[in-house]
Structure formats: C-alpha cells, structure tokens
C-alpha cells in the first residue's frame, strides 16, 4: 500500500498492520477449510478419489506457498514502514533542533541590534538632558541679569 499524501506514517502503519492480520488469519482459515481431514485412510479410498486427494493437496501446498510469500511480502512492508517512521522521527528532530539554533542564532543577532539602538537612544536622551541642564544655566543666568 502507497502513501497517498493525505495519511501520516503511524496511520499507514496501522493499516498495513491491520491487512497483515487480516491476510494471515484469511490464509489460515482457508487453509485449514480446504485441509484433508487428518483421520482418514487411503485404504478404503477410490483410485480416483486418491487421485483428487492428490490434485488437492497439491494444490493447497501451491496456495501455502502463495500465501506464505504475501504474508512475508506484507511483513517486509510493515518493517519497511517502521523504518520510514523512525526516519521521519530523526529527520523532525533534526529539522527542529536546526530550526532552534537558528532562531537562537536570530535572537542573538536582534539582541544586538536591540543594544545598539538602545546605547544611541540612552546616548541621545543623554545628549538631550545636557542641552535642557545649558537651556536651563542661560534661562537662569539671563534671568539674574534681569
């Protein structure tokens, strides 16, 4: 089964799993439907009956081995989706451990950024407050003069 886009991985996941187990107990009911009885004896048997026992046992060793090939075929799928997970799962780690640094890497540089604009804002205040302190000695020098 292909991801189609619109499922995550673990819902993926769950859906090979539940085919697994779907097909693994279908192939075991039918084969044990289709089983010859395990009591019986060839010795009261018709030639041709043997002879249909025989198309029909070959025939269910056929149908085991087609079955046993798509339940380890179903297997290999899953243990492929696990390992497709686990890579999602490492490559998302990454991917926000990269996207931490970076925005640590942007703080930084906005911090400094912040600093500087805020030494020229604090420098020109400061530059500020002396010029009304000069207003302030000539309003009150200009003042005692008069």
């Known amino acids: 089964m292909e991801s189609n886009g619109e499922t995550d991985s673990i819902t993926e996941f769950q859906q090979k799993l539940d085919e697994f187990a779907v097909m693994m107990y279908s192939y075991i ?21 043997l002879k249909l026992r025989e198309d029909r046992r070959k025939e269910l060793e056929q149908q085991a ?3 046993a090939t798509n339940i380890v075929k179903t297997a290999e799928d899953v243990d492929d989706t696990i390992t497709n ?3 999602e799962v490492e490559n998302t780690a990454e991917g926000i451990e990269i996207g931490i640094r970076e925005a640590n890497e942007v703080s930084k540089q906005v911090g400094v950024k912040l600093k500087s604009k805020s ?3 604090r ?24």
């Open 29 to 49: 009911g039918i084969l044990q439907r289709d089983a010859l009885p395990a009591g019986s004896s060839d010795k009261d048997v018709k030639v041709e009956d």
């Open 65 to 67: 081995v087609e079955y």
């Open 85 to 87: 997970i686990e890579k």
């Open 119 to 121: 030494e020229r804002v």
């Open 123 to 146: 420098q020109t205040m400061e530059s500020i407050r002396v010029a009304f302190e000069e207003i302030e000695k000539q309003e009150d020098t200009s003042n005692s003069y008069s």
